[in-house]
């Protein structure tokens, strides 16, 4: 089967989504008891030296940093993101945290039309407010708290940051865009940590490197999506995550949806089914099945 540019990035993203959500998981486990500068700081520092091996492997060419603005931009979302991001989920329940990241697609979309002068289809508008109708289904977050306006500062850093990786230079490989994001975010979440710094455990230590990990794999597969395709018509792929919350939820924590929450599901995953690619599938298949 041929998958068009737009097809490839939306299995992108539902992959790196899947890492996005085990990272919050371990990020719930911390339970709060390291400061949020203290977990930035590590969280990138631990990504430096995940990603260095893979960068050193490069040529001096592709090594070298381009669009050092754009990218220098992108670390301080990720550092504004990640802080916000764990606030939210240690003060929130974890379905409610991620209801309100996933606004960042509809975030997306105004953004995409204004910093990258893309129209989306409104098939795609249409389908976007059914997924996020479908998040409401599933999530609905029982009462409004202060975190969540940290959740709603998530969601706004990510939307940003995804648009933003179409800006960046197309001759750049993603593992030299995602070491220098990352080597820009530690100076300062450095000086944080050291302001606000708590004694920290090796089974913490751990959650942070598995966080980082995760988070990592998360970036480096959306920047290869938004590089892709434009962002309205891949949004809609962001909200993956929650099928993977919501399996996560009921396999660890005894979380069964319930039947509205099922209807919400169906209602998330459907628009997310490349359903050109297989009518396009169907019909090459055609002059076959009648020999």
Same mark, same amino acid.
């Given at each position: 089967?041929?998958?068009?540019?737009?097809?490839?990035?939306?299995?992108?993203?539902?992959?790196?989504?899947?890492?996005?959500?085990?990272?919050?998981?371990?990020?719930?486990?911390?339970?709060?008891? *390291?400061?949020?500068?203290?977990?930035?700081?590590?969280?990138?520092?631990?990504?430096?030296?995940?990603? $260095?091996?893979?960068?050193?492997?490069?040529?001096?060419?592709?090594?070298?940093?381009?669009?050092?603005?754009?990218?220098?931009?992108?670390?301080?979302?990720?550092?504004?993101?990640?802080?916000?991001?764990?606030?939210?989920?240690?003060?929130?329940?974890?379905?409610?945290?991620?209801?309100?990241?996933?606004?960042?697609? $509809?975030?997306?979309?105004?953004?995409?039309?204004?910093?990258?002068?893309?129209?989306?289809?409104?098939?795609?508008? *249409?389908?976007?407010?059914?997924?996020?109708?479908?998040?409401?289904?599933?999530?609905?977050?029982?009462?409004?708290?202060?975190?969540?306006?940290?959740?709603?500062?998530?969601?706004?850093?990510?939307?940003?940051?995804?648009?933003?990786?179409?800006?960046?230079?197309?001759?750049?490989?993603?593992?030299?865009?995602?070491?220098?994001?990352?080597?820009?975010?530690?100076?300062?979440?450095?000086? $944080?940590?050291?302001?606000?710094?708590?004694?920290?455990?090796?089974?913490? *230590?751990?959650?942070?490197? *598995?966080?980082?990990?995760?988070?990592?794999?998360?970036?480096?597969?959306?920047?290869?999506?938004?590089?892709?395709?434009?962002?309205?018509?891949?949004?809609?792929?962001?909200?993956?995550?929650?099928?993977?919350?919501?399996?996560?939820?009921?396999?660890?924590?005894?979380?069964?949806?319930?039947?509205?929450?099922?209807?919400?599901?169906?209602?998330?995953?459907?628009?997310? $089914?490349?359903?050109?690619?297989?009518?396009?599938?169907?019909?090459?298949?055609?002059?076959?099945?009648?020999?």
């Amino acid at each position: 089967m041929h998958w068009s540019a737009v097809s490839l990035a939306v299995l992108l993203l539902v992959i790196g989504n899947l890492a996005a959500s085990l990272s919050d998981v371990a990020v719930k486990l911390l339970n709060g008891e *390291i400061s949020s500068f203290q977990y930035v700081f590590m969280r990138q520092l631990l990504s430096v030296f995940i990603i $260095l091996p893979f960068w050193l492997r490069q040529s001096a060419r592709e090594r070298a940093l381009t669009a050092p603005t754009l990218i220098g931009i992108r670390a301080l979302l990720i550092m504004l993101g990640s802080g916000c991001m764990m606030i939210a989920i240690t003060h929130l329940p974890l379905a409610t945290a991620n209801a309100v990241f996933y606004a960042a697609p $509809l975030i997306m979309l105004p953004l995409s039309v204004w910093l990258l002068k893309e129209i989306p289809p409104l098939a795609k508008v *249409i389908a976007t407010a059914i997924g996020f109708a479908g998040v409401l289904m599933v999530l609905r977050p029982s009462q409004f708290h202060w975190a969540a306006w940290f959740a709603l500062g998530t969601a706004t850093t990510l939307a940003v940051f995804n648009i933003l990786a179409r800006k960046l230079p197309a001759e750049q490989p993603v593992v030299t865009t995602l070491f220098w994001t990352s080597v820009m975010t530690v100076p300062l979440s450095a000086i $944080l940590a050291a302001l606000y710094w708590q004694p920290i455990s090796s089974e913490q *230590i751990m959650l942070v490197a *598995i966080s980082a990990a995760l988070i990592l794999s998360y970036n480096g597969l959306a920047v290869i999506a938004y590089k892709k395709a434009p962002a309205g018509q891949i949004a809609l792929a962001e909200y993956s995550g929650l099928v993977f919350v919501v399996i996560i939820g009921a396999w660890g924590f005894d979380e069964i949806p319930d039947q509205l929450t099922a209807l919400g599901i169906l209602m998330i995953i459907l628009p997310l $089914l490349p359903y050109k690619e297989l009518f396009r599938r169907r019909k090459s298949k055609a002059p076959n099945e009648l020999v």
